[in-house]
């Protein structure tokens, strides 16, 4: 069993920049795979950046390329998600996850098998 609680989120104007933030427990950390998705109001939950368990891989979305980071502290069990440039269209509940079975990201939520329970992030224009 995996918990995941991420924290970080909130209200920021258009342009500025959010750091979300997911600590896990249960199982080693350092043995898989971890994610963020995101999901705004009526639409799909959506893959947003991925890292492997050593941290030495990391795979974004078309649209995170250049303006977010993911990153992970396999000694603090967490890994996050500097977002900056952010966009209207960023808003949207987000979510880490963790793929216990892969070595690599995958994009498809389906593929992981832990969720946390979301954090809202809203982008005023």
């Known amino acids: 069993q995996v918990q995941l609680v991420e924290s970080g989120g909130g209200l920021v104007q258009a342009g500025g920049s959010l750091r979300l933030s997911c600590k896990a427990s249960?199982?080693?950390?350092?043995?898989?795979?971890m994610g963020w998705f995101r999901q705004a109001p009526g639409k799909k939950r959506e893959f947003v950046a991925g890292?492997?368990?050593?941290?030495?891989?990391?795979l974004y979305a078309h649209f995170a390329k250049d303006r977010f980071t993911i990153s992970r502290d396999n000694a603090k069990s967490t890994v996050d998600l500097q977002m900056t440039s952010l966009k209207s269209e960023d808003t949207a509940v987000y979510f880490c996850?963790?793929?216990?079975?892969?070595?690599?990201?995958?994009?498809?939520?389906?593929?992981?098998?832990?969720w946390g329970q979301g954090t809202q992030v809203t982008v005023s224009s």
């Open positions: 249960g199982r080693s950390f350092s043995s898989y795979v």
């Open positions: 890292i492997k368990a050593s941290g030495g891989s990391t």
């Open positions: 996850a963790a793929d216990l079975r892969r070595f690599d990201p995958r994009t498809e939520p389906d593929e992981y098998d832990y």
